[in-house]
């Protein structure tokens, strides 16, 4: 019975959190998701002790992580993918690539191990989206321009980090190349599924119309893609890659199959930015160890953090070729270059693999942290002005 109580305090704490901490951000202007981090590490086990680090809080926020991606993957909107045509999509992939390569050459010049590399160009939708949200302008050219560029820097960030996973483990040998068979295996179900649903959704199209209804009572649609989700994460896991890519395709073909997505991708959101993601971001907090911080990791986060603003800016300005204003370019760099989720999700991983020690993976996760409180400051300060001069609404 101790357990269980255990158990009902922490997710009581993680319920509170997600509730109360929005509030506390909108007077604040910091991003929630930062706050929520900083709340987990005020009531963890290293402060407060009231949230507890165990096996179920750990799947919680595994499992926010996964919804998490899911609905970043959702947010592509592939209708303006293809209005900007293949020749503005080779400019973003060119400049996703550049974020890259400038953050290998900072790497090699620091002599650093090129993990720090992945962590430095990439990008992670998750704390842009929700900036984005709070500021109203998800659906902006800005917003769309944001999710566009941040979902090709996500996409070669996690197949990045997979095949840095996948090469550390295996090195150069057989069972290299059965793990990527692997990872292939996973992207050709991932395409076979999506051209089955896109067949079945010209055969019948009252079916995936009723999955799209704003008024379900069975809430049909929300149940398919969750079955979806978890159906690509399992396989995903199973075949020795991240969850998290498996629960981004699953997303993507979401997105692809259902182009009139806007009341399902509402509810699911409700489900997952109403309490999942809110988890994932206190158990990043929680898990936060302050007794690793030392002089030289706070001095290597700060170069880290003036590393990612160097190099997201100037791969941004491919944004001028869609029509975006060198002011609204330079802001969407600057969000951009706070990739809260996907550094911490590195830094796990260069830990495991050892690639870093613990006081490296400390600056990694300090590196998310300050960038996910001054960049999107600075976002703030460059972009989103434009939303209140035109009339949008700036979410609570």
């Not at 981090?37 to 949230?51: A, I, S, T």
């Not at 045509?85 to 191990?113: I, P, S």
């Not at 158990?283 to 190099?311: C, H, K, Y």
């Not at 830990?351 to 300090?366: F, H, I, K, Q, Y």
């Amino acid at each position: 019975m101790a357990g269980a109580d255990q158990h009902l305090l922490s997710f009581l704490v993680l319920v509170a959190g997600a509730a109360g901490i929005p509030l506390l951000a909108g007077r604040l202007r910091i991003p929630s998701p930062v706050l929520l981090v900083g709340f987990g590490l005020l009531v963890g086990p290293q402060v407060l002790g009231w949230l507890h680090v165990d096996e179920v809080t750990g799947f919680l926020g595994e499992l926010g992580l996964i919804v998490l991606m899911f609905l970043a993957g959702m947010e592509i909107d592939f209708n303006g993918l293809a209005a900007r045509g293949g020749r503005e999509l080779l400019w973003l992939l060119a400049g996703c690539l550049g974020a890259f390569g400038l953050a290998g050459v900072a790497c090699l010049a620091l002599e650093l191990d090129p993990i720090y590399g992945l962590a430095l160009g990439a990008s992670s939708l998750g704390l842009p989206l929700a900036v984005l949200k709070e500021v109203g302008r998800l659906r902006s050219p800005l917003g769309q321009s944001v999710i566009l560029l941040g979902s090709l820097g996500e996409f070669l960030t996690v197949l990045g980090l997979t095949l840095f996973s996948l090469g550390s483990r295996h090195g150069f040998s057989l069972e290299l190349l059965w793990a990527l068979g692997k990872l292939l295996a996973v992207l050709a179900v991932a395409g076979a599924a999506l051209r089955s649903l896109v067949a079945l959704a010209w055969w019948r199209p009252q079916l995936f119309a009723h999955l799209v209804k704003k008024e379900d009572g069975s809430e049909l649609g929300v149940r398919m893609t969750l079955v979806l989700m978890m159906a690509f994460s399992m396989l995903a896991w199973l075949a020795g890659v991240e969850a998290i890519v498996g629960a981004f395709v699953a997303g993507a073909v979401t997105a692809y199959v259902l182009r009139g997505k806007a009341v399902l991708e509402e509810k699911l959101s409700a489900v997952g930015h109403g309490l999942l993601v809110p988890v994932f971001f206190t158990m990043v907090g929680a898990s936060f160890e302050p007794g690793l911080i030392s002089p030289d990791s706070l001095l290597l986060a700060l170069e880290l953090t003036g590393l990612a603003l160097a190099v997201k800016l100037l791969p941004a300005l491919v944004l001028l070729r869609g029509g975006l204003s060198l002011r609204e370019s330079l802001a969407a760099g600057m969000l951009l270059a706070a990739p809260l989720t996907l550094v911490v999700a590195i830094s796990a991983v260069a830990l495991e693999l050892g690639a870093v020690d613990g006081a490296g993976r400390t600056s990694l996760v300090l590196l998310a942290l300050a960038a996910g409180v001054v960049f999107p400051i600075g976002f703030h300060w460059l972009g989103a002005k434009d939303a209140t001069a035109s009339g949008e609404t700036r979410a609570s």
